[in-house]
């Protein structure tokens, strides 16, 4: 009978163990969420003045290829660019290395090689520490041969 009564006291205090975490977990959660929202209201954001896709439509070979997206940072804290990148090295992006203060504008250059013939749609996804981190940005168009 000992042995029935340690047994079922083991199995309480595992439950009651079982149950203590858990709650500890929910508290944990929901601390951690509320915590987040709260530091990504005081984040930066870009928002940009155009749309994200910028379409070239026939392009002359060998021409300027080059483009601007330009964008201000509406959050509430300096916006930091960390990382460009293109989808090809055709393209090239350019951008600003410091910090872009609350509600000032930057601008994200982009060429494209024009010395390739034909269609292309090229993404730059754009890194920073921004609330809406990554951004990607499309380029399109065609590159049309000398006559």
């Known amino acids: 009978m000992l042995n029935f009564v340690q047994i079922i006291l ?3 205090n595992f439950s009651i ?3 203590t975490i858990n709650i500890f977990l929910i ?7 509320s915590c987040s929202q709260q530091a990504n209201k005081k984040a930066a954001e870009m928002t940009f003045k155009d749309e994200l896709v910028f379409d070239f439509g026939k392009i002359l070979e060998k021409s300027d290829g080059t483009t601007e997206f330009v964008f201000k940072n ?14 090809c090295g055709c393209t090239i992006p350019t951008y600003p290395i410091e910090p872009i203060a609350k509600n000032k504008t930057g601008v994200i250059a982009v060429k494209y090689d024009t010395k390739r013939i ?12 921004s609330k809406n981190s990554p951004i990607k940005l499309i380029i399109k168009g065609e590159v049309i041969k000398n006559k």
Do not use: D, P, Q, R
């Open 10 to 12: 083991s199995k309480l």
């Open 17 to 19: 163990m079982t149950k």
């Open 27 to 33: 508290i944990l959660l929901a601390a951690t969420t």
């Open 74 to 87: 509406t959050g509430k804290k300096a916006l930091i660019i960390t990382n460009v990148k293109s989808s």
């Open 118 to 129: 034909g269609v292309f749609t090229k993404t730059i996804t754009v890194y920073s520490n």
